[in-house]
């Protein structure tokens, strides 16, 4: 399979899972039922003034590529980067997208913004969680671990860019912890958007998805605290195989709302789908965190099928398509840029140098 098509398939299957899924978010499964019938919904559905309206999931994932890139930049032009103080930036500028400031005036946007922050759709609130607002505004330093004990999803459901970035899985999965923990202070918080870092990576890499889980639990032992994480996953794997109602298992998974719970319905779905748009179907229609699901599912099925496994009416349908794709496209170029003070093109250093400033 075309590498390329993969990244692309990644960032855009999880857009399209956390659109099918943010309209329902926040539903039971009997109202999802009751309005759009037994199969639940199949269809994007109006949400936030149109359908295939992108939420926050997919807003910050926009942004840890940026901080990625970003944090390459710099480590080309200045000889050091800290990927997460670099990516923290990035999250700063994103709450300013939300219309929040942060308490201690880090200023994330001067003396140049950058090309993402002044696409201006993506100055939108879409149901931003509480606690990504909440430690951003209270952080006092770029790349400090947050001052809280939250496990929500809002630290896993916004890694995948880092399972594609990252060169082996043991730094995936390094990056994906520092990056969750950035508003998710409890160790579950963090250390499924490690999980899943590890497991886009491994996948990138050729393994299967089963492979690629197992991988991921043989990180997760080696930390502590990793006991809600690890039987979280484990769990999706013995009810993916078992054959049961798929509802029956998702609601024995949780609901989605914390990080466990997310990742494990989203690796259930992932396992038992005969196909993209089944997964996510599978992914979006329960009582919990939809969008969320629907977008670590749509990640993970994403860059298992490429492209192709993804249904042309919601790609058309999809806001911000080509701005994912572009975005996916320079996180896949990236490593190759020739740029720096020995670049080859300074006027191809320039150009990204302005779009991706290395700060």
Not at 20 to 28: R, Y
Not at 167 to 195: M, N, R, Y
Not at 310 to 333: K, T
Request: charged share 20%.
């Amino acid at each position: 399979m075309d590498e390329l098509s993969s990244f692309r398939a990644c960032l855009l299957g999880g857009a399209v899972g956390d659109a099918l899924g943010g309209a329902v978010e926040f539903m039971s499964l009997d109202a999802i039922q009751k309005r759009f019938g037994p199969g639940g919904i199949r269809d994007y559905a109006t949400a936030y003034g149109r359908e295939g309206a992108i939420t926050d999931d997919t807003q910050m994932t926009l942004f840890t590529a940026e901080g990625l890139i970003r944090g390459l930049v710099r480590e080309r032009h200045k000889g050091i980067s800290s990927f997460s103080s670099v990516t923290a930036a990035a999250y700063q500028r994103w709450l300013l997208t939300q219309g929040n400031s942060n308490h201690a005036d880090l200023d994330c946007i001067s003396p140049e913004t950058g090309w993402l922050f002044t696409v201006r759709e993506l100055h939108s609130q879409r149901a931003p969680g509480l606690t990504c607002l909440s430690a951003l505004r209270d952080a006092r330093e770029l790349g400090m671990p947050a001052a809280n004990d939250s496990k929500g999803c809002g630290g896993v459901m916004r890694v995948a860019p880092v399972g594609l970035f990252a060169e082996t899985v043991q730094d995936s999965f390094k990056l994906g912890c520092e990056l969750a923990a950035l508003t998710h202070g409890h160790p579950t918080g963090w250390l499924a958007g490690g999980a899943l870092a590890a497991m886009i990576t491994a996948i990138r890499q050729g393994a299967s998805l089963l492979e690629a889980i197992n991988v991921a639990l043989e990180c997760l032992a080696q930390q502590s605290s990793h006991e809600e994480t690890t039987a979280a996953v484990t769990l999706a794997v013995e009810l993916s195989a078992d054959g049961g109602d798929p509802h029956a298992a998702i609601s024995q998974l949780g609901e989605g709302w914390i990080a466990e719970e997310a990742l494990a319905i989203a690796v259930y779905c992932a396992l038992v789908a005969p196909n993209f748009e089944e997964g996510v179907v599978m992914a979006v229609n329960h009582g919990g965190d939809s969008d969320s699901t629907g977008a670590i599912a749509g990640n993970l099925l994403g860059l298992l099928g490429g492209e192709q496994c993804l249904p042309q009416r919601w790609l058309d349908g999809l806001e911000l398509r080509e701005v994912i794709i572009e975005l996916a496209d320079d996180l896949f170029d990236c490593r190759q840029w020739s740029i720096g003070p020995y670049a080859a093109n300074t006027e191809f250093d320039q150009r990204a140098w302005e779009k991706y400033p290395g700060y």
